[in-house]
């Protein structure tokens, strides 16, 4: 998904020109990535070093808000994985939708073969692990290695540059997609608490309040925040994963314009007619009555032209990638690697997680994919070739984020199995990144015409 910097109108400030190089930065491909394994590696030192209590002391302070005799408290840790995670699933839900709206995922041709790579991305891993761990204390964690870390992957894909044919990375963002659906389903179907059926009723009944508001013509973003705020209490109190509240807001935002491209055209160029012969008014355009309120109707215009899915997603994009989802390492993947490393590794939740993600994942993509080609289904994207999918099927293997959030609902944070299952995220995320990189890196230079399937 592009984010474009716009240069700013005029001479810089002396604000614009100090900030410059940051916003430049923020409006990287690779920028979020940079700070979620900066956050990584900032959790890992800090718990591995003599600062090592105040890391876990910190997550364990109480917050909460209370009114009058209702009273929501909870520690920092779980409103991190509860609350601000609400809002990363917010997002991925509306990217899911607008791909599936006009994006990869809109038709079945576009979407056939990023769902066959998918399906076999998730189900291989899950049966690698699953064979390790059945009957074992371990075996809720199946789905631990199904996940796929769409920042990492994509911003590894994309310190590659232009060696990369921009099928490729289409491929990768929509398999990423269809992995993150796919995760939500497993979340909200198999790591469920017991369910609370008043409270589920209350959740359902604000879900479909939110889609009145959206026949209705509701479009801002602040009105479905505050009835979004209910579901998710709603949800969290019902047992399902409050998380999943997240999706479903998503699901309610609006996607449609309020006018269409030559409405736009033609009104735009009205009102631009209307600022231009305004201007015999005055010099100033702040003591301009006529070209203030030409203003006003532009910026409204602008608004009617926009799907407020798309603008909420433009502008919740910066603040996940550098904000909640640093935050969200930096709570989780603090784990003590002292002592019995190696041991801890050949532990079969570790072991499957590590195989899952390293073998099953690169495995199930492309054996899923060949099939899908050779019965004719799909064709691989132009300039694609196998060797550079199997590349990127390894960067599916890197798992953290998604993978970090789902071991905490398979094992809760109290068990021991919780740190062995990170020791195994963080190694096999690793391998996956590395073997990924060496294999795009050495293979077919840009340009280069794919074999055939």
């Known amino acids: 998904m592009a984010h474009v910097a716009r240069t700013p109108l005029g001479p810089a400030s002396p604000v614009e020109r100090i900030l410059r190089p940051f916003l430049r930065f923020i409006h990287a491909e690779t920028s979020g990535g940079i700070v979620l394994l900066v956050a990584t590696v900032g959790a890992l030192i800090w718990a591995n070093s003599t600062w090592a209590s105040s890391y876990h002391h910190l ?33 991925v839900g509306l990217e899911i939708k607008r791909e599936m709206l006009v994006g990869e995922l809109a038709s079945f041709r ?19 692990y699953t064979a390790l761990n059945l009957g074992g204390p371990g075996a809720s964690g199946w789905g ?16 590659m540059g232009p060696r990369v044919p921009l099928g490729l990375k289409v491929f990768l963002a929509a398999l990423a997609i269809v992995d993150d659906l796919g995760a939500v389903l497993v979340i909200a179907i198999f790591y469920t608490a017991d369910l609370d059926v008043g409270a ?20 801002h973003a602040a009105a479905y925040g505050l009835v979004g705020l209910f579901l998710w209490f709603a949800v969290l109190a019902s047992g399902v994963h409050a998380t999943v509240a997240g999706v479903l807001l998503a699901l309610a935002i609006p996607a449609r314009t309020r006018i269409d491209t030559h409405e736009f055209l033609v009104t735009g160029r009205e009102i631009l007619d209307e600022f231009d012969h305004a201007g ?21 215009s602008c608004e009617a032209a926009q799907a407020p899915l798309r603008r909420l997603e433009h502008n919740l994009h910066h603040w996940i990638a550098f904000l909640i ?37 690169p495995i199930g993509i492309s054996l899923f994919s060949w099939v899908a080609v050779r019965t004719g289904l799909v064709v691989l994207p132009q ?14 293997g890197i798992g953290f984020t998604m993978s970090l959030f789902i071991a905490t609902l398979a094992f809760g944070e109290a068990s021991p199995l919780l740190d062995l299952a990170k020791i195994g995220i963080l190694a096999a995320s690793i391998l996956a990144a590395v073997v990924g990189w060496i294999l795009l890196r050495s ?11």
């Open 59 to 91: 997550w364990e302070l109480p917050v909460g808000l209370r009114f009058g005799a209702w009273d929501l408290s909870m520690t920092l840790h779980h409103f991190i994985n509860d609350g601000l995670m609400a809002v990363f699933f917010l997002f």
């Open 443 to 453: 293979g077919q230079p840009e340009g280069a015409v794919p074999s055939e399937a």
């Open 325 to 361: 989802i640093p935050v969200f390492a930096l709570a989780n993947a603090g784990v003590e690697l002292s002592g019995g490393l190696g041991e801890s590794v050949r532990h079969p939740v570790p072991l499957g997680i590590i195989l899952g993600l390293v073998l099953g994942k």
């Open 144 to 159: 631990i290695p199904m996940a796929t870390d769409i920042a990492f992957a994509l911003g590894i894909l994309a310190l």
């Open 110 to 128: 576009a979407a056939a073969l990023p769902i066959a790579a998918a399906a076999g991305g998730m189900l291989i891993p899950a049966a690698l």
């Open 280 to 300: 015999v008014e005055g010099g100033d355009v702040l003591t301009n009555q006529g070209q203030q309120e030409a203003i006003l109707a532009l910026e409204n």
């Open 200 to 219: 589920l009723g209350t959740a359902a009944g604000v879900f479909f309040a939110l889609l009145a508001m959206n026949r209705l013509g509701v479009r």
């Open 383 to 396: 300039r694609v070739t196998w060797r550079a999918l199997v590349g990127v099927s390894f960067l599916g």
